[in-house]
């Protein structure tokens, strides 16, 4: 017998060979605890998903089907959640999981909870494994009033020869999780260049470029993230929070746009932990109003690891801003919109501290090079 919490647009079969799905529209409404799958129970040969509309309150959404695999694809499909009354929603682009030479679709989710509710987006899958493929997807997300979002781009895990999409996702609300692609990346999985923009006014906001974990012989995208904070703490990490073995981190731009001083942004290039043979990215950190913690590459590195060539970027106001591993004759501090003549004149405003050399332009906005005593004039790009 059907589970009747279990609602098909098209069958509770198999689609395989060279089916293809109907575009179907599930508006619902649904009984809370529903599960509101797109097509089918799994695709299978070369089947191709419909391009699905999935609207569910309080339960799970899925796009085309549970399980994609061989050389299914899964459609565009368009996704919403709204969970209620301290719940929780879910939603999976395309499948839970995809195998095989199997392909997510191009998918738009939108998911908005408050007051106690809880969020989990996957822009195509909880699994990509084989050589599995995620799609180009669009997420937006808002948790308020003490609600929670997590978001993947693409997975929770990628492993295998798995490939991430260039994924966008927009994440506002009082506790927030943006993973580029995954929670956890392995084997010869590979990242896609995303976007990420993040907020949040109180509780907190954590952004991965690609994923948490990352091991093996990861190949990281090339990420672009921009975070603004407010009373709650503020992480942004380019690629990872922990990554080893021989993965190869992605160039990538971090952007703090918090005006909010109570509380610094702690800004990684690459991620906090850099172990084994991995070879680091050449980063992009811009600073914002408030105050950034700011480490080019990882807070920790392994004596393995190739480091990049990485750039701070500083402009009016910058606020009280430390940069954690700075590499003289290799990095750079580049400042933009100051009315210094070159680098005689910024000279002047060094003061060698026990901490470093302190770069202070007036007295609500610095520059704290932790570590470094000595300055050159290539160690600066002045604009």
């Known amino acids: 017998m059907a589970d009747p919490s279990i609602i098909y647009g098209e069958t509770s079969g198999v689609l395989s060979g060279h089916a293809r799905g109907e575009d179907t529209q599930l508006l619902g409404p649904y009984p809370d605890g529903s599960t509101v799958v797109g097509d089918a129970y799994a695709l299978l040969g070369h089947a191709v998903g419909g391009n699905d509309t999935v609207d569910v309150i309080n339960g799970t959404a899925i796009g085309n089907a549970f399980t994609i695999a061989d050389d299914a694809r899964g459609g565009d499909n368009i996704i919403n959640v709204d969970p209620i009354d301290g719940e929780s929603a879910w939603a999976y682009g395309d499948a839970e999981t995809i195998s095989g030479h199997g392909s997510g679709g191009n998918n738009t989710i939108t998911g908005a909870v408050s007051f106690s509710n809880t ?3 996957f822009g195509d899958a ?24 997590s978001v993947f781009g693409d997975a929770e895990i990628m492993s295998g020869f798995a490939k991430g999409g260039n994924n966008v996702i927009d994440a506002a609300g009082t506790f ?11 084997d010869h999985a590979q990242g896609g260049g995303n976007i990420l923009t993040g907020s949040t006014a109180v509780g907190g906001l954590q952004m991965y470029g690609d994923a948490y974990t990352i091991s093996g012989n990861v190949q990281c995208g090339n990420n672009a993230l921009t975070g ?5 703490a503020q992480q942004m990490y380019g690629d990872g929070y922990t990554i080893s073995g021989t993965v190869q981190c992605g160039d990538n731009t971090l952007r ?29 950190l811009i600073s914002g109003p ?5 480490w080019g590459n990882a807070a920790i590195i392994g004596p393995q690891v190739i480091r990049g060539d990485n750039t701070f ?12 591993d700075f590499q003289p004759n290799k990095d750079h501090i580049e400042l ?29 906005d610095s520059i704290l090079v932790v570590g470094v005593h000595q300055l050159d004039p290539g160690d600066f790009l002045i604009g």
Do not use: C, R
């Open 119 to 121: 969020l989990w987006l």
């Open 126 to 149: 909880q699994l990509l494994t084989d050589h599995a493929t995620g799609g180009d997807n669009t997420i937006t997300a808002t948790a308020y009033s003490h609600s929670a979002a």
């Open 176 to 186: 927030v999780v943006l993973y580029g692609d995954a929670q956890s990346m392995s």
């Open 228 to 232: 603004s904070g407010g009373l709650g």
């Open 256 to 284: 703090n746009v918090s005006i909010d001083t109570s509380t610094p942004t702690f800004m990684y290039g690459d991620a906090y932990s850099l172990e084994g043979h991995a070879h680091a990215g050449d980063n992009v």
């Open 290 to 294: 408030a105050d950034d913690w700011m």
């Open 313 to 324: 970027v500083f402009s009016p106001p910058n606020g009280h801003d430390q940069i954690m």
């Open 336 to 364: 933009q919109g100051y009315s210094f003549s070159g680098y005689g004149d910024l000279a002047t405003h060094f003061q060698d501290t026990p901490q470093g050399t302190l770069i202070s332009f007036d007295a609500n």
